[in-house]
């Protein structure tokens, strides 16, 4: 064991609806990380902290118009709570649309950050003093509108977490993962040798590793380009507005 009893990572997760993270939380890798106690998850449920007696964690917006707003007191309590259940301060994401938008660099990170404070909104927004008065960074999942931050937390919590010391099998796997390297990952194949007439690549049964290396880099490459020539430097991007 450790000197400390602490994971490398915390995760602390605030949102309405804590229920809808169990099972995702403990399959598969997240699971097993928890399990060799590299990453602890915690799930707070905002609706706790209301300060009043029917709990209400919402409210209609000033000003009019359409939908609820979350109000800004169970949100501070709750968070100010968690925050003071563990002496590491880590960072604190608030779920949007509105924030930056969430890539492998930020999960590699988050991944070495120690705590996770991850708060998930709900409704038509938050109040906009949650905003200002916490020290949060906004960040987005990409271009596109959920009901809410929890499957946002779910994608951050799984790309953050696979990222940490020892909880992949072996390292190279994450190394080798599209995006790490920035490019797409090469094809892979199993058994058997042929499938409904479709043939394994010669190379990758010759046994010869320095080929099958320079393959699955030229493959990579060439996925890169043809699907996401944006990920591709800036050389090939003058060289294809060039020739095309
Ligand atoms: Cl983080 N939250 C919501 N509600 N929608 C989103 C998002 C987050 N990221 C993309 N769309």
Known sequence: M???????????ILTLFP?????????????IAARK???????????????DKHQKVDDRPYGGGPGMVMRCEPVFRCYEAVRDMDERAGRLLLLTPQGRQFDQA?????SRSGRLIVLCGRYEGFDERIRRGMPAEEVSIGDYVLSGGEPAAMVV?????RLVPGVLGHE????????????LE??????????????????????????IEQWRREQAVKRTRSRRSDLLGHEDERMESKNG
């Open 172 to 183: 190279e796997s994450a190394q080798n993962d599209s995006f790490a390297d920035g490019l």
């Open 37 to 51: 106690g590299l990453v602890e998850y915690h799930l707070h449920n905002i609706r706790d902290y209301s300060p």
């Open 157 to 161: 919590a799984d790309a953050t977490v």
């Open 106 to 110: 930020m999960a590699r990170d988050l």
């Open 2 to 12: 450790s000197p400390t009893d602490r994971p490398a990572l915390r995760i602390d």
């Open 186 to 211: 090469y094809p892979h194949y199993t058994r058997p040798a042929e499938f409904r007439r479709m043939k394994v690549p010669d190379v990758l049964l010759s046994g010869n590793h320095q080929e």
């Open 19 to 31: 229920e809808v993270f169990g099972p995702f939380l403990q399959t598969s890798i997240l699971g």
